[in-house]
Each structure stands twice: as C-alpha cells, then as structure tokens.
C-alpha cells in the first residue's frame, strides 16, 4: 500500500508549527548562530594579525581560535543532541514541551552511534553515487530510517541500517518522491532566505547574512526531521498492521473447522 506524499509533509509542516517545534527552531537557530558568529570572528583575528606570517612570529595568536575551536566543538555536540531530541519529540505524541528525557535518555549511546553511523553511512552513499549514481540514491532512501532506530530504538547504527531496510521495502519510490519534495521545498527556503548574501562584505553585513541562512537552515531542518519521524510513524504502523493479519491469519488457519 503506498503512503500518501501530500499527507505527510502536511503533517510534518503541522509538527513543525506546534509549540515544542518551534522551540526546536530557536534552539538551533541560536546555536548555529553563536557558532557562526565564532567563525567570523576568527577569520577577522587571524586576518588583522597578518594571517599565517602572524602566527608564525606570534605563536600566542592562536590561543584565541583555539579557544573558539574548542567552543565550536562543544557548540557541535550540543547540535547533535537537540537533532536526537528533535526525533523523539516528533516520533512522540507531545506538541507542546521538551520532555528532559528526550535530551538525556542513552544520549551519549545515541550520539555516538549517531556521528559514527553518519560517517559509514555517508562513505556509504558516495560509493554508491560514484558507481552508477543510481545506487547511491537506493541507498539513501532504503537506509533514511536508520537515525529514528539510533535516536528512539536505542540501536547501534549497523542494527539501524538493517531495520530501515526491512521498514522500506515496498515504499521506496514513494519515499524518494518525497525525498524530492522535501528537497525541493528546503531548495526555496534557501532561496528566498539567500536575499541576505546581498549584505555581506563588512562585518554586520556578514552577520545579516548568517542570521538569514541559519534560520533557513533551522527552518528546514526541523521541517525535514518532523517529515522523517511522520514517515516514520505511519510506515511503523503499517508494518504492525501487516503483522497482526498475518498472525490472525495463521491462527485462522491452524483453527479446526467447526
């Protein structure tokens, strides 16, 4: 049975607007900035203490950027937990809080197997692109699911990719078709966001620029992870379904005739 495209980005859209997924917009939009932020200020330090001629007559130089890095890095992790939140909250029925378990349960278990797998999964994908093209793209819709089992299964990501395997089969064009769309509305966000690359050349005009594309990135993201979780859900259900006949089935047969 195949799932219905337009209802899922209407329901990802609708999880996206509630409560707690706006909040996960402002979080992410303020960490993405602040790191952000970082960057252009380093870039500026470095630049006004004569680039790498600087550093090499003023090793002290890069205590700055070293400390920016190390906030970076801290800034990174903290945005891989609010991406695992972000999946259980949407996988939830909760539209108004963050529950703290969300943030916490097995997190660093998640987290972990979260970095490792993006790694092996994007390594992955680029073979299969660099083949033919066309398997890489049937590798990323077949394993799309694999972040859901990590964040709310509690998988490693190796179990993940086996059970977004087995949760695709049948739908896998309809998954890509919405692929697409979502690709495509994330596309007009950022282009209708892009507008504030006009300001950059100066600092605060840099900095306008930012704060326009992180809050098309924040957008979309949310908006992405609400539409995956809803997939999700709905694809989970339907395999239960499918499971329950076939039990009621098998008893039905291995029933006596009355």
Do not use: C, H
């Not at 990802?12 to 706006?22: A, C, D, K, Q």
């Not at 299964?153 to 949760?167: I, P, T, Y």
């Not at 007009?188 to 690359?197: A, E, P, Q, Y």
């Amino acid at each position: 049975m195949p799932i219905n495209i337009t209802t899922i980005l209407k329901r990802g859209y609708s999880r996206s607007i509630e409560r707690n997924g706006l909040m996960l917009m402002g979080i992410l939009f303020v960490i993405s900035v602040f790191n952000g932020v970082l960057g252009l200020g380093v870039d500026r330090w470095v630049a006004r203490q004569g680039g790498a001629a600087g550093v090499q007559a003023n090793p002290l130089v890069i205590v700055p950027p070293l400390g920016a890095g190390i906030v970076s890095l801290i800034l990174g992790i903290a945005l891989l937990v609010v991406s695992i939140a972000a999946i259980r909250v949407f996988v939830s029925d909760e539209t108004e809080r963050l529950p703290r378990e969300f943030f916490t349960r097995n997190m660093v278990w998640a987290a972990v197997n979260l970095f490792v797998g993006t790694i092996v999964f994007a390594i992955i994908v680029a073979l299969g692109l660099v083949a033919l093209v066309v398997p890489g793209i049937f590798l990323l819709v077949t394993l799309v699911f694999w972040t859901v089992y990590v964040a709310v299964e509690d998988q490693n990501f190796v179990e993940a990719f086996r059970s977004s395997w087995g949760l695709t089969r049948g739908y896998r064009l309809n998954l890509f078709m919405l692929g697409v769309a979502v690709a495509f509305i994330t596309l007009i966000l950022n282009l209708v966001f892009g507008f504030g690359d006009l300001a950059s050349g100066s600092f605060v005009g840099d900095f306008v620029a930012l704060v326009f594309a992180q809050a098309a990135s924040a957008i979309a993201t949310v908006f992405a992870t609400a539409v995956l979780a809803t997939a999700y859900t709905e694809l989970d259900a339907s395999d239960d379904e499918d499971l329950g006949e076939t039990i009621t089935d098998d008893s039905t047969a291995g029933r006596p005739a009355a």
